[in-house]
T-cell receptor
Framework: SQQGEEDPQALSIQEGENATMNCSYK?????LQWYRQNSGRGLVHLIL?????REKHSGRLRVTLDTSKKSSSLLITASRAADTASYFC???????????FGTGTKLQVIP | GAVVSQHPSRVICKSGTSVKIECRSL??????MFWYRQFPKQSLMLMAT?????????EQGVEKDKFLINHASLTLSTLTVTSAHPEDSSFYIC?????????????FGEGSWLTVV
């Protein structure tokens, strides 16, 4: 079963706009990660936020984590057509980094 | 940085045959690797945890006799789909934990497309 659920399932925006994706999860976690997947390809790790962190930035990416609500958000600022992909949140439990994925958000950035 | 390599990237096999997919950690040792399956337009489902030198741990609902996992060395795990059927056609991805710029991070392979005809 999925640990997390992403919202929205699909998002279509114009280039230059910001894109926000949300993720909710069910159990306590050590960390939460966001990944990107281009159609038919493998996963690219975007950012990891630990359970004791509330916000993290990486380039045009901003991730927040609210452990009390068991939720996280990924903000992509000034989106580009190349950002078109599926985005997954993933949570890790335990010391072996067993990662389980959310349902994903399919982002389309229109040039 | 750490890289995980999967091979083959695409494979077509006949129904009833077996097919092996390899997952290698290229510049780090991985005592634990993970195998995922992804159906079209869906998320990744964890199939099993591959442990070097011991038996794999399978998730509920995954047939261990169907999906054989061998983690014979610290850099190689293999997934063998036995007696493949068309419903086994899917995208299979492996991952391994390694030390990267962000500390202990999971690295994913590029995935393997399996088509059973």
């Amino acid at each position: 079963s999925q640990q997390g659920e992403e919202d929205p399932q699909a998002l279509s925006i114009q280039e230059g706009e910001n894109a926000t994706m949300n993720c909710s999860y069910k159990t306590s976690i050590n960390n939460l990660q966001w990944y990107r997947q281009n159609s038919g390809r493998g996963l690219v790790h975007l950012i990891l936020i630990r359970s004791n962190e509330r916000e993290k930035h990486s380039g045009r990416l901003r991730v927040t984590l609210d452990t009390s609500k068991k939720s996280s958000s990924l903000l992509i600022t000034a989106s580009r057509a190349a950002d078109t992909a599926s985005y997954f949140c993933a949570t890790a439990l335990g010391g072996y980094q067993k990662v389980t994925f959310g349902t994903g958000t399919k982002l389309q950035v229109i040039p | 940085g750490a890289v995980v390599s999967q091979h083959p990237s695409r494979v077509i096999c006949k129904s009833g045959t077996s097919v092996k997919i390899e997952c290698r950690s290229l510049d780090f040792q991985a005592t634990t690797m993970f195998w995922y399956r992804q159906f079209p337009k869906q998320s990744l489902m964890l199939m099993a945890t591959s442990n070097e030198g011991s038996k794999a741990t399978y998730e509920q609902g995954v047939e261990k006799d169907k999906f054989l996992i061998n983690h014979a060395s610290l850099t190689l795990s293999t997934l063998t789909v036995t007696s493949a059927h068309p419903e086994d056609s899917s995208f299979y991805i492996c991952s391994a934990a390694g030390q990267g710029a962000l500390g202990n991070t999971i690295y994913f392979g590029e995935g393997s497309w399996l088509t059973v005809v």
